[in-house]
């Protein structure tokens, strides 16, 4: 590269010229890929005396919820945490057979620990069922019918594509006014020390209080495949995988619940992190 600082340059006015223009039009790219990428933490913590435990997709698995109840109650002994909390990432509902009775377990909070439970976007296609027939015909095949069947509504005119606005009827009618209010009231995400817990993910580059509830529900990529820091880790199900995704920004735990027949937790304590699983390994 040509110095310009070189006083013997001082005799070529041309040469200078061109090289003031390339410094002038290179120096921001320069500085560009100087530029320290945000720092990754090696380590991230929950409060002092606090553990919380952190369950994946449920999908109608109201067998493996029962089964990981016990396992969570099994684990708190002996006790070494002042507070504990279970936060539950969402998708309670379709695709398994049991989503009635997973709401209702959730709803009487039959739970060793106290609850935190998060929306996701499988409840907020039951939620909007309610109100919109139409949903019906995407929903019914996302695992809608085995909610509905859960519920004891009749599911023939449904898998036969017509008269939503009668399966609609059925299901208003036996569905319970608590499962509703405990719907209404589910929150898109939580944080908890270093840790952010949503239903899907954030957009990145997007601060965490701001960021948008579709994202917080629905978003794979970008998200997935990003490196970003995004403040705080990021808990997430929504996308399945055979085993947790444990990266450096993010921590998947959707293991398919239904299909796998696994369900899994994530425990956080201090600095510490390791997994309970409930069903098949």
Excluded at 69 to 89: G, K, N
Excluded at 205 to 223: E, H, K, M, S
Excluded at 270 to 277: A, G, I, S, V, Y
Aim: net charge negative; with cysteine.
């Amino acid at each position: 590269m040509i110095d310009v600082a070189d006083p013997a340059q001082g005799d070529h006015p041309g040469q200078e010229m061109r090289t003031t223009k390339f410094v002038r039009w290179a120096d921001p790219l320069f500085k560009a890929f100087a530029k320290t990428p945000p720092t990754v933490p090696t380590t991230r913590h929950v409060p002092e005396g606090t553990r919380v435990y952190c369950v994946g997709d449920i999908h109608g698995r109201d067998d493996l919820l029962g089964e990981m109840a016990e396992r969570v109650e099994a684990d708190m002994e002996p006790r070494s945490f002042d507070h504990v909390v279970t936060v539950f990432l969402g998708d309670y509902v379709d695709r398994g057979p049991g989503s009635k009775r997973v709401i209702e377990r959730l709803t009487r909070s039959e739970w060793p620990t106290p609850i935190t439970a998060l929306v996701g976007n499988h409840e907020d296609l039951l939620m909007a069922f309610l109100e919109d027939e139409a949903v019906l015909e995407a929903w019914r095949n996302l695992g809608g019918l085995e909610t509905l069947h859960s519920y004891g509504v009749d599911v023939g005119l449904a898998m036969a594509g017509r008269d939503f606005k009668a399966v609609q009827a059925a299901f208003v009618a036996r569905f319970p006014e608590r499962h509703r209010r405990f719907l209404e009231t589910l929150t898109v995400s939580a944080a908890i020390g270093d840790y952010f817990f949503c239903h899907a993910g954030v957009r990145p580059g997007v601060p965490l209080d701001r960021q948008d509830r579709d994202d917080l529900l629905n978003i794979r990529d970008p998200f997935l495949s990003s490196d970003t820091e995004h403040g705080k880790l990021v808990v997430h199900g929504h996308t399945p995988s055979v085993r947790p995704q444990v990266c450096p920004n993010r921590i998947g735990i959707d293991t398919a619940a239904y299909a796998t027949g696994r369900l899994t937790c994530l425990v956080l304590e201090k600095d510490e992190r390791r997994f309970l699983d409930a069903g098949r390994l």
